[in-house]
């Protein structure tokens, strides 16, 4: 099964590709979508970022984090742009009929490091563990795969 994680962003969204097959995990590809420009123009970037990856890797199914407001730091213009994000991501995805799973960010760390409030350094270093990589991702990336891991394992 080939699982896309995708962390959104407006500016930057990483994107991590694996194979799971029966809890071992194959590194296929990972990066960012960076983005420029004015809101809209940003959205259209990750739509066609995301249906492009979908096309070339011919993806079984897609793993999105979900958004979340910290309750001590609330910033809902940030939270409607991440929104906007989740919906490019969805679209891309939806619009070639692959299932969508969203999981919190607890949920992903819970599942690869053990610890729902794992720092990012503790998923990075998890994920270069489990993928076999030579070297820790690009943060954004990281936590794309983090949520891809995520997947393989309640799935299989």
């Not at 979340?68 to 994000?85: E, S």
């Not at 490091?113 to 998923?123: L, S, Y």
Request: glycine content about 10%; overall charge positive; proline content about 4%.
């Amino acid at each position: 099964m080939k699982i896309l994680g995708i962390d959104p962003g407006s500016r930057i969204t990483g994107f991590g590709l694996i194979e799971a097959n029966k809890l071992k995990f194959s590194y296929i590809n990972s990066g960012c979508i960076r983005t420029q420009g004015e809101l809209n123009e940003r959205i259209i970037t990750i739509y066609e970022g995301i249906k492009e990856i979908i096309d070339k890797h011919e993806v079984d199914i897609v793993v999105v984090e979900r958004v979340f407001m910290r309750p001590d730091r609330p910033n809902p213009d940030a939270a409607i742009k991440l929104g906007h994000a989740r919906g490019a991501i969805i679209s891309a995805a939806g619009g070639k009929g692959i299932p969508i799973i969203d999981y919190t960010a607890n949920q992903i760390k819970k599942a690869v490091v053990g610890r729902g409030h794992a720092t990012k350094e503790q998923v990075s270093f998890m994920v270069q563990q489990l993928l076999k990589l030579n070297k820790a991702p690009q943060a954004d990336a990281g936590d794309a795969l983090a949520g891809a891991i995520c997947h393989g394992y309640h799935a299989l």
